[in-house]
Nanobody, 119 residues
C-alpha cells in the first residue's frame, strides 16, 4: 500500500506564505506525476500544480508567479510553496502521486490539509 501524508496547512493573513509538504510511503517502486489539488466549499476540486518525475512543473493560471512546486524523488516528497496568498486560495489542499499498476497509473491521494487565508 502507498500512503500520502500532508503537512503545513494553517491560517495566514492575505499576502502571507505557507509551505505544504507531502510524503509518500509504502510499497513504492516508482512515482510518475505528483501534485496538488484544492477544493473550496461549494466548488469542484481543481488542479493547482503538478510536477513530472523529471521535475517539469505545471500551474493553474490563478497561482502562476505565486506558487512553486518542487519534489525530491529520493525521498518521495512533493512540496508547494505558496506566497502572496489571497482569500480565494482558501481551500482544502490534497496532494497526489501517480504510481504504476501494470500498464496504467493509479492516483493516490493524501487526506487533505486546510489552508485558510484571512483578508
Amino acid at each position: 500500500q502507498v500512503q500520502l501524508v500532508e503537512s503545513g496547512g494553517g491560517l495566514v493573513q492575505a499576502g502571507g506564505s505557507l509551505r505544504l509538504s507531502c510524503a509518500a510511503s509504502g510499497s513504492i517502486f516508482k512515482i510518475n506525476d505528483m501534485g496538488w489539488y484544492r477544493q473550496a466549499p461549494g466548488k469542484q476540486r481543481e488542479l493547482v500544480a503538478a510536477i513530472s518525475s523529471g521535475g517539469i512543473p505545471n500551474y493553474t493560471d490563478s497561482v502562476k508567479g505565486r506558487f512553486t512546486i518542487s519534489r525530491d524523488n529520493a525521498k518521495n516528497t512533493v512540496d508547494l510553496q505558496m506566497n502572496s496568498l489571497k482569500p480565494e486560495d482558501t481551500a482544502v489542499y490534497y496532494c497526489y502521486a501517480d504510481t504504476p499498476t501494470g500498464i496504467h497509473y493509479l492516483r493516490r491521494w493524501g487526506q487533505g490539509t486546510q489552508v485558510t487565508v484571512s483578508s
